[in-house]
């Protein structure tokens, strides 16, 4: 579970009942963490997570949940982490985190080509990683 939860930290997003948050900082325990709703400029709502699960929040977002970036962002979550663990082609790779969600879903993402940028630069920063180790 920590590593989980390190590696979504590592991809800085955290999506529950559609809202998106950014990590913020792991508290004076080290163990919670505190995030914060994406849209920090308008919304003050925060939240406190443990083991992955939110234990407290903090503050009502000023605006309405939004499934469809959730699903957006998870996919592209998604879509990131399989870029970096497989050595599918790039379409592979889209087909796989795309191609079982609806029209609706398909419609809030980002396009084809940007897509593949993505898995690009993923697949870009893992090596660059590897070759500094
Ligand atoms: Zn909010």
């Known amino acids: 579970m920590a590593s989980a939860n390190l590696s979504q930290r590592g991809k800085g997003k955290f999506t ?3 809202y998106i948050y950014i990590f913020d900082k792991v508290g004076a325990d080290q163990v919670t963490e505190f995030w914060r709703c994406e849209k920090r400029r308008q919304c003050k709502a925060r ?7 939110i234990v407290k929040f903090i503050n009502v977002h000023s605006h309405a949940a939004d499934a ?3 699903v957006k962002q998870e996919t592209i979550t998604k879509l990131k982490s399989r870029a970096a663990e497989t050595v599918e082609q ?3 790779v889209i087909n796989e985190c795309v191609g ?3 029209q609706a879903c398909q419609g809030v993402l980002p ?3 940007a897509l593949r940028k993505l898995v690009r630069r993923k697949r870009k920063e893992v090596r660059g990683n590897v070759e500094r180790l």
């Open 16 to 18: 529950s009942e559609g």
């Open 47 to 53: 939240v406190h997570v443990k083991d992955g699960e």
């Open 68 to 70: 469809a970036q959730v």
């Open 90 to 92: 790039t379409n592979q």
């Open 100 to 102: 079982n969600l609806t």
């Open 111 to 113: 396009t084809h080509g």
